[in-house]
């Protein structure tokens, strides 16, 4: 392999013409590769294959979940329980009945769940690059040796010449030799849906677009029409489509909001958790001497065991899940659970235009005749609108505007699309803006079936990217039972004579405009003057400003039929009619959308491939942008480099013209700037920007298996509008997090309060908690009502408020002060119980060791009364309908049946360690325990009060 073609491999192929791919790449179009050169490339280049560089297999993501820090302190205290418990059992000093080790057995099957649940969570298999090898053509056709074979695609190498044609996928980026009428679609690696001719004889500059790139063909992509030939010049990983797969794989999977916000509760709770048991025993051991070891280590492990809430994990687990079953109610399928809480973060939203924002269907906007410019109404494919005179909005009909009858018949006679009506939805066949021209023609009352009945097609002179126009050549011969009559003048709303065919043309209205020299006004034909041309040239030009498609329409009256390649000589003299101009509309839920995104502190941004004035025109009409505001195209991106990108991304709105790194750059941009971006996508282009996204959103219609793979949500309907509800979703589930983590950690901080200040309440007689008991609490008497309070529904001004910070602390807004603030009431009227209970129990008949069941269903049951309070920050519990959450109700209900059974049920009263209560007893842990609720109540009411006295403070919302 020369050092020439090694060079080549690094060249911008669409800058070069096909003679000099050939020379750099050493090969021939009429012969080939000899089977030497393609031994030497194979040798050189490899496969042509996508390269996996894989990622954690299996155990190493379990292994992963191990390194929590709490499940860490968790395995530590299981063992030296463990160890205790061994100890006791071989010097004959387990209590009888006792069972040796369950201390220990229930805390590692709490840390084995755990893990599992992280687990389950973390090891989808990435599937995105497995989904991208599946664009590659398994077989291709070649020139080698100067014959044609049939070869795999992976043994493609540079230099060979691909022979393509209709319905084959193309297995390798190549220079185009030859393209007869070859049309290729490319929506799977540049997200646009209309198919691109390609041209042999260009030379582009280098800054071109991929998208733009007419003289290449692209791995992946798909040849819907014509045949061609093609030179390799990259393969492999070098393609563009390898490109992305090296993106993607390059992408590094950032932790979500809830995530490092749970990393950082662990630590705090760890860290705190050993400081205060380093207190109690250092304490213990200056107070009580070093024989008293054991009962502090014993209390050490209680307090442990306290202060990490086994339950949470499964409490959010359950919680996200839930989200995910409320979002697919409202078409958004999460594909990640933690992707549901960060949808609550979300400050921006970058949406692709083509089908999210808009319909994805070109309807008619605005018609111009020689009798003036009329507005069109209606939506989508819908053959039903009014027109109306574009200043007055006056409603007319079309049949007293014969120039308007005119344009709007040659539209659907210059047209190969099919409008029809499938399931009660109308359905288009074939291109959609031919689709529109059948659309606005039937809201016109002009039926297609019909006239091309009474004006068959005898002739079609087709559209070509160098000719820019379709003409249709029609003939008024009707034959009706054997006879053969015209269509008679009247009917026609043409000025044809006594002419027996029509030549009917579209195209760019420049190029059919300087072909016409007469125009049609009313029912009479008129010169085509220079001021009219002006007229309609500055016309035309003020409907591409607004982003509109613009078609020009003319015809001619022809008295024979025209010989067959005559068509420079016909397509001349023709008549003007006028111009009609669409657009790809936006969906009407989508402004609404839009509003409550900016009401919500959410910023909306445009990114597409398509036309810059298009996107302007889109996005000023939806409320994403304004009149003059900045607009960045794929061209000014090139130009930046990151820090640059960042300062602009603050106040752009717009990409157009936009590729693959572009999107990924700009999604970084925001990222640096400490913005949680959603992305939405539909191509292969867009898989490395969806999964570099804190959001990815993929299309769940239109949507590349690749994209989906690669995101952590998909719509299910292609509209943003479900975008802002699942942000919504988000919102309320990120509130009830909150709400359950204040909830929890309050509960573990009065029991942890509890547990360090038995030895200074009663002494040498225990610990009032054994761990077992604490796991209870945390898993059943926290678990339940936290996850009823999982299901709290929304409050009114979740969507008014703006997005919370992305880098806050859980603790933030007040969360931190209140559950230390719920904790030590919590510990102050249980130690409070403690202290009577334990004097009382020595003094009266019975079991002894019953305070410890006091001070343990006391702390229970005034878990109970808090579930109950907290629904709401600054509501009481009587203003509030109890019904709107019943799962609560059940869940205190069912928690306290529970809670008495474990003193009741002889079974569970031994395996947990417990004591029989009697009525006077327990009523005194109730009336004890419903001081928490009381006091959560009054809290509530001095908030008002000092709010009330304050206007000018604010009141802090989660």
């Not at 050189?44 to 297999?57: A, C, H, P, V």
Request: aromatic share 6%; proline share 5%.
């Amino acid at each position: 392999m020369t050092t020439e073609i090694k060079a080549s491999q690094r060249m911008l192929w669409h800058t070069s013409d096909a003679d000099r791919a050939l020379e750099l790449l050493q090969s021939n179009r009429q012969t080939g590769l000899t089977a030497q050169q393609v031994a030497e490339r194979q040798q050189q280049y490899g496969l042509n294959e996508l390269e996996d560089t894989g990622g954690r297999s299996a155990w190493v993501i379990l292994l992963d979940q191990f390194k929590n820090i709490m499940l860490i302190m968790l395995i530590a205290v299981a063992i030296i329980s463990g160890l205790l418990d061994f100890a006791d059992w071989r010097a004959g000093e387990l209590p009888t009945g006792d069972i040796p080790f369950k201390d220990t057995v229930a805390i590692l099957a709490i840390v084995i769940l755990n893990g599992i649940l992280g687990y389950m969570q973390e090891s989808r298999a990435e599937k995105a690059l497995a989904a991208l090898k599946n664009l590659a053509s398994p077989r291709v056709r070649v020139v080698r040796e100067g014959r044609i074979s049939e070869i795999d695609a992976k043994d493609l190498v540079p230099g060979d010449v691909m022979l393509m044609e209709a319905g084959m996928q193309v297995a390798a980026d190549g220079r185009l030799l030859e393209a007869i009428n070859l049309q290729v679609r490319e929506a799977a690696l540049t997200g646009e849906a209309h198919a691109v001719s390609k041209q042999v004889h260009t030379q582009l500059p280098e800054d071109t677009s991929v998208g733009d790139r007419t003289n290449m063909l692209f791995q992946g992509t798909e040849v819907v029409q014509g045949r061609g030939t093609a030179l390799v010049t990259n393969t492999g990983m070098q393609t563009e489509l390898g490109k992305i797969a090296s993106m993607l794989q390059s992408v590094e999977t950032e932790p979500t909001p809830l995530q490092q916000r749970m990393d950082q509760l662990s630590q705090v709770l760890v860290y705190g958790s050993l400081a205060l048991v380093a207190v109690v025993v250092i304490a213990g051991l200056i107070i009580s001497g070093v024989g008293k070891f054991r009962e502090l280590l014993e209390v050490s492990l209680s307090m442990a065991v306290a202060v990490v809430p086994e339950g949470l994990p499964a409490v959010i687990t359950v919680t996200l899940a839930l989200g995910t079953q409320r979002m697919v109610r409202r078409h958004a399928l999460i594909r990640r659970l933690p992707a549901v809480e960060t949808l609550g973060s979300v400050t921006t939203i970058c949406s692709d235009k083509t089908g999210t924002l808009t319909q994805n269907k070109m309807v008619v906007q605005m018609v111009s005749s020689g009798s003036g410019a009329f507005r069109v109404t209606g939506e989508g494919y819908c053959p039903e609108g009014e027109f109306l005179v574009a200043h007055s909005h006056t409603p007319i009909q079309v049949a007293s505007y014969p120039d308007l009858h005119a344009l709007l018949l040659a539209g659907v006679l210059c047209n190969d699309a099919a409008l029809q009506k499938e399931q009660g939805e109308w359905a288009i066949i074939g291109d959609p803006t031919e689709a529109a021209l059948l659309v606005v023609g039937a809201k016109a009352g002009l039926n297609q079936s019909d006239w091309t009945y009474r004006l068959p097609r005898a002739d079609e002179i087709s559209f070509t990217s160098e000719r820019k126009r379709m003409s249709v050549i029609l003939s008024r011969q009707l034959e009706t039972n054997g006879k053969t009559t015209p269509v008679s003048n009247a009917e026609l709303p043409f000025v044809v004579a006594d002419a027996r065919w029509i030549l009917c043309c579209k195209g760019s209205p420049e190029l059919v405009l300087e072909r016409c020299q007469q125009i049609q006004i009313g029912k009479t034909v008129q010169p085509l003057t220079p001021d009219l041309r002006q007229q309609i040239l500055e016309e035309n030009n003020h409907f591409a400003s607004r982003g509109l498609r613009v078609l020009g329409l003319a015809y001619r009256p022809l008295g024979t039929r025209p010989p067959s390649g005559a068509e420079e000589a016909i397509e001349q003299e023709m008549v003007w009619l006028g111009l009609i101009s669409m657009l790809d509309a936006p969906r009407s839920e989508v402004r609404e959308a839009v509003a409550r995104c900016r009401t919500a502190g959410i910023r909306p941004v445009m990114i597409t491939g398509d036309h810059q004035l298009t996107a302007q025109a889109i996005a000023e009409d939806l409320g994403i942008a304004s009149p003059g505001d900045e607009v960045l195209t794929g061209r000014d991106l090139e130009k930046m480099d990151l820090p640059e990108l960042q300062q602009h991304v603050d106040r752009v709105s717009i990409y157009a013209r936009v590729s693959p790194e572009h999107k990924l750059r700009i999604v970084q941009a925001l990222q640096k700037q400490n913005k949680i971006a959603a992305m939405t996508g539909d191509g292969v282009n867009d898989a490395p920007a969806l999964k570099q996204a804190d959001i990815g959103i993929a299309m769940g219609i239109t949507g590349t298996d690749v994209s989906k793979e690669a995101s952590d949500m998909v719509l299910l309907d292609d509209n943003f509008a479900t975008i802002v509800a699942a942000v919504e979703e988000g919102r309320v589930v990120y509130t009830n997090i909150r709400r359950f983590i204040k909830y929890i950690l309050g509960s573990n901080i009065g029991e942890v309060l509890t547990i360090a200040a038995s030895p200074l309440i009663v002494g040498a007689a225990g610990v009032p908690l054994s761990p077992l008991q604490i796991l209870w609490m945390n898993l059943v008497t926290d678990g339940l009502p936290a996850l009823a309070l999982a299901v709290e529904p929304a409050e009114p001004n979740v969507m008014q408020r703006p997005p919370h910070d992305p880098s806050e602390s859980i603790f933030a807004r007040g969360l931190g002060w209140y559950m230390v603030r719920i904790g030590i009431i919590l510990a102050i009227i249980t130690i409070v119980l403690m202290a009577w209970a334990y004097p009382y129990t020595q003094a009266t008949p019975g079991d002894p060791q019953r305070w410890k069941t006091m001070v343990f269903t006391t702390l229970c049951l005034a878990q109970m009364g808090h579930a109950m309070a907290i629904r709401s920050n600054t509501q009481l519990t009587v203003e509030l309908n109890p019904f709107t959450n019943p799962f609560l109700l059940i869940a205190v209900g069912l928690t306290t049946i529970l809670q008495l059974m474990l003193v009741y049920v002889p079974p569970l009263r031994d395996f947990f360690g417990t004591h029989y209560l009697n009525a006077t007893e327990l009523g005194i842990c109730i009336g004890t325990s419903l001081l928490m609720f009381v006091w959560v109540e009054l809290e509530k009411l001095f908030c008002r009060w000092y709010f009330k006295r304050r206007p000018g403070r604010i009141n802090p919302v989660d």
